[in-house]
């Protein structure tokens, strides 16, 4: 029983410190994250879409914290599209991320510039509409290039 | 296929409006929503909790954006455990949320002010380490209470 606790605590202090120390956590735990982000970054920009469309009222609250958050969120994911994230649990992530970094960084950084503008924009209904729709431009875009429609492994 | 084209817009509009207009979405989107949101917050306190121990070195910039990023984060997921979520995704949410919602509701809203004072802490190493400790007894007290082990459907 003594070694099994051994085995145990050794497992579970290299579960964090492999995590954390050593920056390399589980691919499958990497991705899960990577879009856990991208799910609730697109949850606030759809709050604020349908804000700017009158689908739901303005709400100068409710849109300053959606777009502060998007863009905490959008400071994000970058490292975890890195070497061997490739793969390792179901992704609609394209593999073209990875056989053209530059390019996929490119639009990645296009899309954090316009995320950006929504924080500056979000305390007034007006200005709020109009960038909505450039940041709806750069979200499509990449999702075009390197979004596949279907989960792989 | 004039029909078709119209009951296709109407029904693109149906989802549209009822993910924001009518705060209706479907519960499978609702409850990968939840996920999401509890997994971002997890990794920013993992974190904090790492700098905390020493695990990783204190990184004052990083600190304060995890903390204030988990700030955020805990606000949102209260209405995502309402009525009509306990099922329609794998989740490990227990059904204990569901039929003692008041109990539950106190839980997360200890863990809530316990996140927040993790911002007023972030900035300052020494601070962060006495206040890691109580959030971290928080998330485990209401995991303990109400988050299953494995998925259930």
């Known amino acids: 029983m003594k070694l099994c606790h051994t085995a145990f605590a050794v497992s ?6 492999g995590a954390y120390a050593q920056q390399a956590p589980k691919p499958e735990d990497q991705i899960r994250y990577r879009q856990s982000i991208m799910n609730v970054m697109g949850r606030q920009f759809g709050m604020l879409n349908a804000m700017s469309k009158g689908d739901v009222p303005y709400n100068k609250d409710a849109a300053v914290k959606a777009a502060g958050l998007a863009e905490t969120l959008s400071t994000l994911p970058l490292p975890l599209f890195g070497p061997g994230l490739d793969k390792g649990a179901p ?5 073209k991320i990875w056989s053209e970094p530059d390019k996929f960084k490119a639009a990645l950084e296009k899309m954090q510039g316009e995320v950006k503008k929504l924080s500056g924009a979000a305390d ?8 909505v729709g450039d940041v709806g431009k750069a979200c499509k875009g990449c999702h075009d290039d390197y979004r596949e429609k279907e989960f792989r492994n």
Chains 1, 2 share one sequence.
């Open 12 to 17: 579970a202090f290299a579960v964090t410190a």
């Open 124 to 131: 007034d209904a007006a200005a709020l509409k109009t960038v």
């Open 91 to 95: 992704t609609k992530a394209s593999t």
